[in-house]
């Protein structure tokens, strides 16, 4: 029995003598690896590999410190080599070690004071930085909170003007025409009137500059004729014989663009005054008034006139806007939400802006006119004599009549808009039976929304846009 619990013994003994062997042979090895990667100043994976040397042979000895404390002398890092050096005195270095260690404990001495000091000054930063931060964090509450408390005062005090601007504009009717009142004229007549009407958050806006002119500007019964023609310079006095009775005396104006071209007559006629022309062409005309008087051409003039008394269309959008910081009522926060008035924070809590409903044009005005597509054919050459700066002219005339001839509206865009302006105060209602549907709505909106560009033309054939223009005269009663 005594044999076997020997032998048992001896076997063990055996195994844990070559199993300390082994991991003292991996510690030094780590520890040669610490040292050529010292020697290379790659402190950092030496430290790396002192404390593998560490763990492989069981614990640290005067030689692994001395090592290490080399490595954060290399580093400059003084604290942690001081440090290292005391624990490095503790396992009794013998002379060699010391040797070796002499310039790091020299200059580790000189070092350890000063990074302390630095230590102790990046701690204070470090507090300071904090108490600074803490101090910053707590003002930045207690003006928030100085700020919700001031929105709050705001919001109670403005909250029940929201719930009756909301009132006030869920009373205006779509479809119905209001009179604009917050804007100068647009021309220089003394009678004109603008007229907004909405659908949802579109709107339009007519100007009418006369309603006797826009009366008279029918498509279906309006004509340039030797009466409208018989005034002002250049006009051509001639007697021509209709198609039926005898001759009389008519009129001829000459064109803005055009020198060689005088219209009137018995109704939109034609005379060319000099050079070749077709025996058959055809041509637009463009009727418009300026001030009260009316005037033709076969171009309009792209440039803005305030003396153009045709009426004017101008199209935009509605906008609701609140900061929802300033409603404090859940009932008018729901009611303002539901109809869709958006977000909109204010910038200066001294001049709060509260409930903001807005007309916001889109900058593209035109001016509505009738026009014809005329062919006109070559009826007789003719002596006539006409007027032209004080000075009578003696000539021969081409005459052309229409032989035939379709009506639009159409409209001519200027570069001419009003800005920005708070709906509720910049209308009024007007007594008018007049409803425009809201398909005719839409379909007008979409027309002279869209940019043609300034100075540009279109014409429509639609009857939206002739039921529009002739409700005009209905709009202010």
């Known amino acids: 029995m005594r044999y076997i619990l020997f032998t048992a013994t001896l076997i063990v003994m055996t195994a844990l003598s070559a199993w300390g062997q082994n991991n003292q042979a991996k510690s030094i090895a780590y520890y040669y690896a610490a040292e050529e990667l010292f020697e290379s100043s790659n402190y950092d994976e030496a430290l790396t590999q002192l404390e593998k040397s560490v763990e492989a042979g069981g614990g640290s000895n005067a030689t692994i410190e001395a090592l290490r404390a080399q490595c954060y002398a290399g580093k400059k890092d003084w604290i942690m080599a001081k440090k290292t050096l005391d624990k490095c005195y ?15 404990i020299i200059t580790v001495d000189d070092e350890y004071e000063k990074a302390l000091a630095a230590e102790r000054q990046q701690k204070e930063r470090a507090r300071q930085e904090e108490l600074e931060r803490q101090k910053q964090e707590l003002e930045r509450k207690m003006a928030a909170q100085q700020l919700q408390n001031k929105k709050n005062n705001i919001a109670a005090a403005l909250s029940p003007e929201f719930d009756r601007q909301m009132d006030v504009f869920n009373q205006l009717e779509e479809g119905r025409p209001y009179l604009v009142t917050y804007r100068n004229s647009l021309t220089s007549s003394s009678s004109e009137k603008a007229v907004l009407i909405f659908y949802g958050n579109e709107y339009i806006i ?42 009389r005396e008519t009129h001829f104006k000459k064109g803005i ?79 303002l939400r539901n109809a869709g008035v958006g977000n909109k924070p204010t910038s200066n809590l001294d001049s709060p802006t509260g409930l903001e409903i807005r007309i916001k044009p889109s900058q593209n005005m035109k001016m ?15 002596k006539g004599e006409y007027i032209s700066n004080n000075t009578e002219y003696k000539g021969t005339f081409l005459y052309f009549v229409p032989s035939s ?5 159409g409209f001519m865009q200027f570069g001419k808009y009003y800005g920005e302006a708070d709906l509720l105060t910049s209308i009024t209602e007007i007594s008018s039976s007049y409803r425009m549907p809201q398909a005719t709505f839409n379909s007008i909106y979409k027309a002279f929304s869209e940019d043609v560009g300034n100075g540009d033309s279109r014409y429509f054939t639609s009857s939206d846009y002739t039921t529009f223009f002739n409700a005009i005269p209905e709009l202010i009663q």
Do not use: R
């Not at 503790?90 to 790091?104: E, G, M, R, T």
């Not at 906008?319 to 926060?333: R, W």
């Open 90 to 104: 503790a396992f009794n270095p013998k002379a060699d070690i010391l040797k070796k260690l002499s310039s790091v």
């Open 206 to 247: 007519y100007t009418i500059p006369s309603v006797e002119v826009a009366k008279k500007l029918k498509k279906e019964t309006i004509s340039f004729t030797g009466w409208d023609a018989n005034h002002g310079d250049g006009v051509i006095h001639m007697k021509i014989k209709p198609d039926y009775g005898d001759k």
């Open 257 to 335: 663009h055009y020198s060689n071209v005088f219209l009137g007559g018995f109704g939109d006629e034609l005379m060319w005054t000099s050079g070749e022309q077709y025996l058959q062409f055809d041509k637009t005309l463009y009727y418009y008034y300026y001030y009260n008087t009316l005037h033709c051409d076969i171009e309009m003039n792209t440039s803005f006139s305030e003396h153009y008394y045709n009426p004017y269309i101008e199209t935009g959008l509605i906008t609701k806007t609140i900061d929802y910081d300033l409603v404090n009522d859940s009932d008018v926060e729901q009611k």
């Open 368 to 382: 509505l006119f009738p026009q014809k597509k005329i062919t006109y054919a070559l009826k007789d050459k003719l």
């Open 405 to 409: 001839s379709s009506s639009h509206y």
